[in-house]
């Protein structure tokens, strides 16, 4: 249970749009955050936290580009045997959204049931 999403704004995340146009985005490129968690923060089972938190990152650039599902590399195992599937992607992408993004199906479009892993670096 290490994973946290922080919902945004998405009318500051949008360019163009009122909010982003009056407010600018809610992460600006360049600029040092601190995600803070205090102890007394409960979980989604209402259970205390073990302790606090603190989380310090740096923001890139945004990533505007499509996903180039044409660049990805695909070593796909030989038939009959248990080696995995390997996806490799050129850029990281959003773990949560591969857990549901991605399907294998069989050449008559059956879904194949298996074991996802995604690597640290989200490009695997």
Sequence with gaps: ???????????????????????????????????????????????????????????????RAPIARERWKIRVPAQGTLEPLDLKFQRPLDWAQLWRGITVVSGRGEPISGQIDIDLGETR
């Design 1 to 63: 249970m290490t994973c946290l999403t922080i919902l945004l704004d998405p009318g500051r995340l949008k360019r163009g749009v009122g909010p982003n146009r009056a407010l600018g985005p809610p992460l600006r490129s360049g600029q040092r955050y601190t995600l803070a968690i205090a102890p007394d923060m409960i979980d989604m089972y209402g259970c205390p936290l073990r302790g606090g938190f603190c989380k310090s990152f740096c923001v890139s650039d945004a990533v």
